[in-house]
Structures are given as C-alpha cells and as structure tokens.
T-cell receptor, first 114, second 117 residues
Framework: AQSVTQLDSQVPVFEEAPVELRCNYSSSVSVYLFWYVQYPNQGLQLLLKYLSGSTLVKGINGFEAEFNKSQTSFHLRKPSVHISDTAEYFCAVSFYNQGGKLIFGQGTELSVKP | GAVVSQHPSWVICKSGTSVKIECRSLDFQATTMFWYRQFPKQSLMLMATSNEGSKATYEQGVEKDKFLINHASLTLSTLTVTSAHPEDSSFYIC?????????????FGPGTRLTVT
C-alpha cells in the first residue's frame, strides 16, 4: 500500500535551535516528494520538492531535506529556527502511476518558543 | 507566477442550501485541478481530481452527487456543495497543475472556509 507517515504530530523547539521533521513513505513505484507549510487559516506554500537528481534539496526560508531511498524517508531540516517558522508542516508524496495525486502526511505542528 | 485563487475565501450558509466555490489559475493553464478538504487540526484529504473537459474522478467515500465539480476551462474549476449540512463545514482547498509537460508540482489556492449553520 502507498502511504505517507509523519512521525511527530508536534515538535516544540526553542528559537535558534536546529529542527528535524520526519517523513517516511511506503511505495513500490517511483515517487516525487514535497514539503509544504501552512500558516493558520491559509493555503499551502511549497517549501521544497524532490523530483530527481541530487538527493539533498534546498528550499525557501533556510529549509532543506534529504531523500533517502533505502530508508524511504524525506526528512525536513533547518539549522536554526525562528519564531516565524511556527506553523503546520506537511509532507506529501506523488506516486508515479497515480496521475499526479498528492497524498499528504498527517502534519507536524512546529512550535518555536523564545 | 503560478498563482491560484479561490472565491469566496469564507462563506456561511444555512443548512439545506447549496454553495459554489471557484478555483482559478491566474497566470497559467491548468489541465488538472484537485479539490481537498481539511478539518481543524487535520491533514488535507483529496476529494476529487478534475480534468478540463471531462468528468471529475472522486476518491472513495466522497459523494459525487453532493460535491459537484465542474472544470469547464483551463483556468477555472468549481466545487458546488449541494444541500449543505453542518457536517460539511470545513476548509476547502483547491490546487492546480500546470499544462506544461513534466511539471509535477501542484499550486495551491488560499482555501475557502465553509460554515453551515
């Protein structure tokens, strides 16, 4: 079965500390991987994506993620977070034979404290 | 570029009435649009995939007669919630995929908050 799992529903962290938000997927076909951020009562903003090529992907706002095929993971990282990074983060996967549909993880609420 | 708008941004309606939500790609042509709903503190759930000029494909468990989707042009898709009930209250988000070949990215609208009283 094809699925996406975000292992942490909530991640509290202090300002300027590093953070990693975890995402694992299950698939028997090729995948395209995405991380989105959602601020309260707003739509989704793309942080970064992996389609092919280098497994280390850099995105906006200082975020990066690494595609690990053997571990079927696509964890999101930032070396130093800001208060303004407080938001909900969603990992999403598009499976090669699914017509471009995105399957979302459950979301991780990142809470940055001063 | 790649801007998607939704209208209205929020709507309150009485139980039993119908509500139409528009999704527009403003600066690109979208062969495919997707409709999602999101309950508070939950993830996005795909409701249906809409291809221009053809019938929408609904996900399992989504009532196609209740959630009518029309994709009449390459820049506009509409979702009509018919005979709305309080349990239909939710945040509805659309996304659009560019007609450009090889583009696997979806661009999301800002969402529509529906409250049924």
């Amino acid at each position: 079965a094809q699925s996406v799992t975000q292992l942490d529903s909530q991640v509290p962290v202090f300002e300027e500390a590093p953070v990693e938000l975890r995402c694992n997927y299950s698939s028997s076909v090729s995948v395209y991987l995405f991380w989105y951020v959602q601020y309260p009562n707003q739509g989704l903003q793309l942080l970064l994506k992996y389609l092919s090529g280098s497994t280390l992907v850099k995105g906006i706002n200082g975020f990066e993620a690494e595609f690990n095929k053997s571990q079927t993971s696509f964890h999101l990282r930032k070396p130093s977070v800001h208060i303004s990074d407080t938001a909900e983060y969603f990992c999403a996967v598009s499976f090669y034979n699914q017509g471009g549909k995105l399957i979302f993880g459950q979301g991780t609420e990142l809470s940055v404290k001063p | 570029g790649a801007v998607v708008s939704q209208h209205p941004s929020w709507v309150i309606c009485k139980s039993g009435t119908s509500v139409k939500i528009e999704c527009r790609s403003l600066d690109f042509q979208a062969t495919t649009m997707f409709w999602y709903r999101q309950f508070p503190k939950q993830s996005l759930m795909l409701m249906a995939t809409s291809n221009e000029g053809s019938k929408a494909t609904y996900e399992q468990g989504v009532e196609k007669d209740k959630f009518l989707i029309n994709h009449a042009s390459l820049t506009l898709s509409t979702l009509t919630v018919t005979s709305a009930h309080p349990e239909d209250s939710s945040f509805y988000i659309c996304s659009a995929r560019s007609a450009s070949g090889g583009n696997y990215e979806q661009y999301f609208g800002p969402g529509t908050r529906l409250t049924v009283t």
